[in-house]
């Protein structure tokens, strides 16, 4: 099943170094909570580049057919999707299983039926592996990158992955990232 945005979306997603991995984040609601979900740990490149890897292995990123597999042995192939292939594997699954019994398979639906920013907020709160962290990180694609306006009030005015839309606003995010994770550690030596 492949499912497109209800809104005009960018035609690519730039938060991996492949251009076909950007692309599919940019037209599969599924492949960017996939994308979220396994962002931890790894490099943002590496965990947005694992929807294309896992659609490659498997052939598919229907969450109502990956609800239904083991998917630890996609995600240990060499090279891995990421570091803990297994329990990235079981959170890709439980994601699925969530999206196909609640959104009846279309993960844009869980953004674009919510009622309001708390809806939202609670939406993707009860989603596996996602916390106080993603659900801002994710509200800011939904609101720079696709006008959500539902997710406008949970989106930081800070530097975001929301506000990446290009291959070199990727490497200044992740350098700004970087600094405020320097002061941030300074401040608690000090």
Known sequence: MFVRYDRSVPSALYFTDDPAACELLGRDP???????????????????AGPLALKQRLGTLDPGKLAT???????????????????????????????????????SRIWS???????????????????PMKITALASVLAYRMDVAAARPLAPDHACLG?????????????????HKAAMRSAQSA
């Open 30 to 48: 599924f492949a960017l909570l996939m994308g979220f979900a396994i962002d931890q740990q790894v490099p943002v490149q590496k965990a947005f």
């Open 163 to 179: 506000k990446v839309d290009s291959p070199r606003a990727l490497a200044d995010y992740q350098a700004a990232k970087r600094a």
């Open 69 to 107: 597999l083991d998917l630890e042995e996609a995600f240990r192939e060499k090279p891995a999707i990421h570091r803990f292939p297994g329990s990235m594997a079981r959170r890709v699954r439980e994601l699925a299983a969530v999206v196909t019994e609640d959104y009846g398979g279309d993960a």
């Open 113 to 131: 039926e919510a009622a309001d920013s708390a809806d939202l907020k609670r939406r993707l709160g009860v989603l596996p592996g996602f916390g």
